[in-house]
């Protein structure tokens, strides 16, 4: 109601002389608005950690260089898992249901081989006393040493192989990684001054003794005891082991496959032995997996690759038994089965009621997993279900002994065994120096670092954003893959990974877009040293730049 001293006034009338700067409304509020930095879904599934909303937005500007460093605070290796990482951060974008998830892996393999013509890394300056031992060259052992030694320790890292790279080098086909590419990678990382010592093995050629001259020592020395089914006819001649199998394909050999070949699992290592069979000349390949189509260990794309290389894939069922014929295989027992899994990582079928079937072959190979062999671990390393026994932070039962990668874990992909390095060197630095390391540069800033939230998708405002393809990458199909070990997937151009980086939304992270600028209706926010600065003597705590950014960047929070 109105006071006969107050006349009604018309709509947008203001008193003459007077602004909203003017009218201090601040006093009201009870909440505030707050900028944040807060956890981006992708990195919050990336098992490395990556800070890839931070490199991808530095690939769009253009600065490869900080796009490559920014992920080798995390992981050494971007041309590597730009190639053969299963992309868990893929499934996480909030981009997924409007347009397609943005190509994290596509464009990280771009930084990688940025990296690879044109990285330098500043090699450290040695700053502390200690001595680590890395026992293990594989990816979880590299990562350690490349962590530690940018730390300031001195590292030496022993491999039993002649050369470093573990299952990169020995379990992964050149079609999928060529050998140029780790070898450069493998070299940037030692371009910083880790010594190597390959060619004896810890516990046989060199005394675990050896290792009492070291002041800490990170156990990476794998999984390479070969799974048994333990079914009847599995001593028959013609049945291999597909670690091996590869192993020989990849040091240049041409192992001898039969006409018709049965590859029992249903993980990368099963799609990559079916694929180098066709290129060793199998006319006949079939992979009998325990998992439905879209519970698979293999990514999509390798499954799909190896269909389009004429690769048959039967989904749920097991083997029961194998056929014998004059002392070699012929045949594989199937029945329908589903998959469990032990504790130590272990697959195991659980058949069902069903007809079994015979399916004919003259060669098997098994790819169901590696053991742990633990008749070469120092004493005092307490193995449990099949596995070292480590701590949150890799810390064995033995004193200043660590381990991570395929030897402590069952999450056995290449983006695991970085992320147990990088832990397992964290953890020994922090047992000497006390330091938390910074994993990936500073927020904004203006901004709060909020690490333990994710950014919801109700936060994203996708009305601001178009909808644009997710870019494809070009691969050669069929008759034109199986014809060689030339790598069957192409990288994209520059001029595709900007627009790719372009698509990013960078959630959780302010990129100075306006809009709380713009939607403030008390004018109290502006623009300040690059950033933003809410003005307390005006905000009335609405709420409205909050709602309207469009990344989540901003929160209420209450006003003390």
Not at 25 to 43: D, F, I, K, N, Q
Not at 205 to 222: M, R
Request: glycine fraction near 12%.
């Amino acid at each position: 109601m109105w006071f006969p001293d107050h006349p009604a006034r018309p709509l947008g009338w203001s008193e003459p002389g007077r602004t909203t700067l003017e009218i201090k409304t601040g006093s009201w509020r009870t909440r505030h608005p707050r900028y944040v930095e807060a956890t981006a879904p992708c990195r919050a599934r990336c098992p490395a950690a990556e800070p890839i909303p931070h490199w991808v937005e530095r690939a769009r500007l253009g600065d490869y260089a900080s796009a490559w460093a920014l992920i080798r605070e995390e992981n050494p290796f971007p041309a590597v898992l730009g190639r053969v990482c299963a992309h868990p951060c893929e499934s996480g974008c909030h981009r997924a249901a409007h347009d397609g998830a943005v190509a994290i892996n596509a464009l990280e393999r771009f930084v990688g081989d940025w990296g690879l013509r044109h990285g330098r890394p500043t090699r450290p300056t040695a700053a502390r006393p200690e001595r680590i031992a890395v026992v293990g060259g594989g990816p979880a052992g590299l990562t350690c040493a490349y962590h530690l030694v940018r730390l300031g320790y001195r590292v030496t890292v022993f491999e039993a192989a002649a050369e470093l790279g573990g299952l990169l080098r020995h379990g992964i086909p050149a079609y999928r990684l060529p050998r140029a590419v780790l070898d450069r990678e493998i070299e940037l990382v030692l371009d910083l001054g880790i010594e190597v010592v390959t060619g004896r093995r810890l516990g046989a050629e060199i005394g675990w003794d050896a290792l009492a001259a070291y002041d800490a020592t990170f156990l990476a020395v794998g999984a390479s005891r070969p799974r048994q089914l333990g079914i009847a006819g599995e001593s028959a001649r013609r049945i291999g082991d597909g670690v091996a199998f590869l192993r020989a394909v990849n040091a240049g050999e041409r192992p001898d496959v039969g006409r018709r070949v049965a590859v029992i699992g249903g993980g990368s290592t099963a799609m990559d032995v079916a694929r180098c069979a066709r290129r060793l000349g199998a006319p006949s390949v079939t992979v009998l997996a325990l998992e439905a189509h879209d519970a698979m260990d293999a990514t999509p794309e390798e499954v799909t690759q190896a269909l389009a290389e004429g690769v048959e894939i039967r989904h749920g069922v097991g083997v029961a038994a194998f056929v014998e014929t004059d002392g070699a295989v012929s045949g594989v027992v199937t029945a329908p089965a589903r998959l469990e899994r032990g504790p130590d990582g272990e697959i195991r079928p659980a058949f069902g009621p069903g007809p079994r079937g015979v399916v004919g072959a003259t060669d098997v190979i098994l790819a169901i997993g590696q053991g742990l062999d633990p008749s070469g671990l120092p004493i005092g390393v307490r193995v449990a279900d099949g596995l070292i026994a480590v701590g949150a932070a890799g810390a064995t039962s033995a004193e200043r002994v660590f381990a991570g990668g395929d030897a402590a874990s069952v999450q056995r992909t290449v983006a695991h065994a970085v992320a147990a390095g990088t832990r397992g060197a964290r953890a020994i630095d922090w047992g000497f120096s006390g330091r938390h390391t910074v994993p990936h540069e500073a927020p904004r800033p203006w901004a709060v670092p909020e690490p333990g939230r994710v950014v919801a998708a109700s936060e994203i405002d996708m009305e601001l954003h178009p909808r644009v393809s997710r870019v494809a990458r070009r691969e050669r199909w069929g008759a034109d893959s199986i014809g060689s070990f030339a790598e069957v997937a192409e990288g994209i151009g520059e001029r595709a990974a900007r627009a790719e980086a372009a698509r990013c939304l960078t959630c959780g992270r302010c990129t100075g877009c306006d809009v709380c600028l713009r939607v403030c209706p008390d004018m109290a926010i502006s623009r300040d040293a690059g950033g933003y600065r809410v003005g307390s003597e005006y905000c009335k705590g609405c709420g409205l730049c909050a709602a309207e950014c469009p990344r989540g960047a901003l929160v209420m929070v209450a006003t003390a």
